[in-house]
Nanobody, 122 residues
Framework: QLQVVESGGGLVQPGGSLRLSCQAF????????ISWFRQAPGKEREGLLC????????NYVDSVKDRFTVSRENNKNTAYLQMNNLNVDDSAVYYC???????????????WGQGTQVTVSA
């Protein structure tokens, strides 16, 4: 069964950190790129970062630059999004997306995680 499961979201205070995980089941993650998106209420889904098959990383938005980092562990079939120095504007549902090519747009990805809520609040 092909499945992508996300975990790691939650409530965090401003300035805090979270690490999101994206684990694939039923297919080898090493053959794909992984992107992270987020969607806040009333807003479009926004592409954040992508990591290629060879660990090349692309950052799509300046607002997360130097605060968010994407990584992968192919032997665990898992990708990660490390988020540091979080602020209230980072509150959203976060999604991992798996596909053949990196893109800042949601269209074209083969698999999506179920989404995990991140809430930044004092």
């Amino acid at each position: 069964q092909l499945q992508v499961v996300e975990s790691g979201g939650g409530l965090v205070q401003p300035g805090g950190s979270l690490r999101l995980s994206c684990q694939a089941f039923g297919f080898p993650l090493m053959n794909y790129v992984i992107s992270w998106f987020r969607q806040a209420p009333g807003k479009e889904r926004e592409g954040l970062l992508c990591i290629s098959r060879t660990d090349y990383k692309i950052n799509y938005v300046d607002s997360v630059k130097d605060r968010f980092t994407v990584s992968r562990e192919n032997n665990k079939n898992t990708a990660y999004l490390q988020m540091n120095n979080l602020n209230v504007d980072d509150s959203a549902v976060y999604y991992c997306a798996i596909g053949a090519y990196c893109s800042a747009y949601p269209r074209g990805y083969d698999y999506w995680g179920q989404g995990t809520q991140v809430t930044v609040s004092a």
